[in-house]
Structure formats: C-alpha cells, structure tokens
C-alpha cells in the first residue's frame, strides 16, 4: 500500500471539503454524475458511502494524504451480483491536487485493495475519451481497452487481478 495515501470512511468533518471538491465544475466535467449543489448535498454523499441497490453494492471512500491528514476527494468500489467475478473502480480528486502523482498512487492502492478479495478476476473502469490523464493512468497500470463505441463519451477498461 501507499505512504502517501490510504483510504478510509467520510465522516461529517469531511463536509466542507468534499463540498469543495465535488462543486467545482471544472473538477468534475468527466465525471458521470452533475457537481454537488450545496452542504447539504455533500452531507448526503457521506450517508450513502455504502449502499445497496439491487444487486449492485457501491462502497465509497475518502482519500487522505497521510502527511497532511487532508481529504482531496473518494474512490468507489463497485460489485454487481450479477458479475460476482468483477469490480467497478472509480476515483474523483480535487482540482488542486491534479498533476501531482496521487491518480496514479490511488489506482494502484484500489487494485491492491481489490486484490484482497480472492473472488475478484477482474477490475472494470471507464473514463471520458477527453480525460487524457485519466486514459494515461489507467494504461500505465495495466488496464485494456474492451469498448469503444463510436457514440460514447467514454473509454472502458478492464484488467485482470494477477495472484502471486
């Protein structure tokens, strides 16, 4: 795992930053859902940090830098019963930590993490065609294109789990 991040639970200390973070339009223009409106908003991302709908299973996390002890944005895992051998990744981090190594470093700690679970083969993410860093840091980490329809906005990826 990392000594620059870890990953862990949202609590109500967290509201301010993740307001920040997840209103800023320019942040979130590649990301599938709109930017947050309110506080009110970002306290409700902290409640639904797991939630169960259907069969799909979303668990959401805040990313730390360790040092500072500073929340710079979430991941989600994502399990679907239905692909009982597959995880959804995805990350969101604020504007003002771009360009600084930490995608990179949070990709790499989701599949370590996702590693732990024995039953997972395969781990499936997307990104916007225009979030060329995105593109990047998920190639640099072994992700492979598996779709590319003419009519999406996205790029989705997949990489198998290797087991040592």
């Known amino acids: 795992m990392s000594n620059k991040i870890r990953f862990r639970e949202l ?25 947050i409106e309110n506080i009110d908003d970002a306290k409700e991302y902290i409640t639904k940090q797991k939630t169960l709908n259907g069969n799909v299973l979303t668990i959401r996390k805040g990313i730390e830098i360790l040092q500072e002890k500073k929340l710079i944005g979430s991941v989600m895992f994502r399990f679907d019963k239905n692909q009982e051998k597959e995880c959804e990744i995805g990350y969101s981090i ?12 949070i990709v790499k700690n989701m599949l370590e993490t996702i590693k732990q679970n024995k039953d997972i083969e395969n781990v499936i993410a997307w990104t916007n065609k225009r979030n060329i ?27 198998e789990i290797n087991r040592i």
């Open 94 to 105: 604020g504007r003002k930590f771009w360009k600084k190594g930490f995608g990179n470093e």
């Open 11 to 35: 609590d109500i200390d967290d509201v301010k930053s993740l307001y920040e973070i997840y209103s800023d339009k320019e942040a979130m223009k590649y990301r599938g859902s709109k930017p």
């Open 133 to 159: 860093a995105s593109i990047k840091i998920l190639e640099k980490n072994g992700f492979d294109t598996i779709q590319q329809e003419e009519s999406s906005d996205n790029y989705y990826y997949r990489k």
